[in-house]
């Protein structure tokens, strides 16, 4: 058993849960039809396509939250895969690159300080980097 792909891999299944029961309870929220009287609204439809654009591309996080957890928890106690370090290693890899386009986004879209912390989830990408970078290395 490998403890730190274990804990990465715990991580990212509660990540999934969490995606899949509270962060859609919150997306559902910010449904246009629910805020704005589309009578009113200018190119609603545009607007409301756009969310559900969204909506869609949200879901496909919780595929790969999924996905990766499966996969993680495989690496962690088995041994199914022959390249189990270059998985790993690539894993790791993966997790960094969402933390750095995370923080570039928030960049992007100019962000007080208090917003990094708030969307703090570029802490969650780059902690599991670093777990499964150093789990990596005894596979």
Same mark, same amino acid.
């Given at each position: 058993? $490998?403890?730190?792909?274990? /804990?990465?891999? &715990? !991580?990212?299944?509660?990540?999934?849960?969490?995606?899949? =029961? @509270?962060?859609?309870?919150? #997306?559902?929220?910010?449904?246009?039809?629910?805020? /704005?009287?589309? $009578?009113?609204?200018?190119?609603?439809?545009? @607007?409301?396509?756009?969310?559900?654009?969204?909506?869609?591309?949200?879901?496909? @996080?919780?595929?790969?939250?999924?996905?990766?957890?499966?996969?993680? =928890?495989?690496?962690?106690? /088995?041994?199914?895969? !022959?390249?189990?370090?270059? !998985?790993?290693? #690539?894993?790791? &890899?993966?997790? =960094?690159?969402?933390?750095? #386009?995370?923080?570039?986004?928030?960049?992007?879209?100019?962000?007080?300080?208090?917003?990094?912390?708030?969307?703090?989830?570029? !802490? =969650?990408?780059?902690?599991?980097? &670093?777990?499964?970078?150093?789990? #990596?290395?005894?596979?």
């Amino acid at each position: 058993m $490998n403890y730190q792909l274990a /804990t990465v891999a &715990a !991580i990212t299944a509660l990540a999934f849960f969490a995606h899949v =029961f @509270v962060g859609i309870r919150q #997306s559902l929220c910010a449904d246009p039809a629910k805020l /704005t009287d589309k $009578n009113k609204t200018e190119k609603f439809e545009t @607007v409301e396509l756009h969310w559900v654009q969204l909506m869609c591309a949200f879901q496909l @996080v919780s595929v790969d939250l999924l996905a990766l957890s499966v996969l993680l =928890f495989l690496l962690a106690f /088995t041994d199914v895969f !022959i390249q189990k370090q270059l !998985i790993g290693f #690539s894993l790791s &890899a993966l997790y =960094f690159l969402w933390g750095c #386009s995370w923080l570039v986004q928030l960049f992007a879209l100019k962000r007080q300080a208090k917003d990094y912390l708030l969307l703090g989830q570029w !802490i =969650f990408w780059f902690g599991c980097s &670093a777990l499964l970078y150093w789990g #990596s290395l005894s596979l």
